[in-house]
């Protein structure tokens, strides 16, 4: 069963937010670095955003930055997305993964990945 499970998705206007969770049942969550991925139909998986377990610094993809903001809660073992000013390119299914390596734009640095929530943008 899978052990990190996004919710949040949906659909929302150009311009609009959505809050993106991911909840853990990671007995090693508080010690692992975090990410966000996304990937449209046909594309690769595109690296979103990056937190680190301490003392939670924060990374972000050239094509979300200054838009969306990653946040995590160890004692509740969640991270967030907050994604603001959505654009129609950033229709996606979003993935949230737990990482092994240090270099946490890359897809092969994490090892548990959840099943995805689809984000819709369009008017």
């Known amino acids: 069963q899978a052990q990190l499970v996004e919710s949040g998705g949906g659909l929302v206007q150009p311009g609009g937010s959505l809050r993106l969770s991911c909840a853990a049942s990671?007995?090693?969550?508080?010690?692992?670095?975090m990410g966000w991925f996304r990937q449209a139909p046909g594309k690769e998986r595109e690296f979103v955003a990056a937190i680190t377990w301490s003392p939670g610094n924060s990374y972000y993809g050239d094509s979300v930055k200054g838009r969306f903001t990653i946040s995590r809660d160890n004692a509740k073992n969640t991270v967030s997305l907050q994604m603001n000013s959505l654009k129609p390119e950033d229709t996606a299914v979003y993935y949230c993964?737990?990482?092994?390596?240090?270099?946490?734009?890359?897809?092969?640095?994490?090892?548990?990945w959840g099943q995805g929530t689809q984000v819709t943008v369009s008017s």
């Open positions: 993964a737990a990482a092994l390596r240090p270099y946490l734009s890359l897809v092969t640095s994490y090892d548990y």
């Open positions: 990671l007995v090693t969550f508080s010690t692992r670095h």
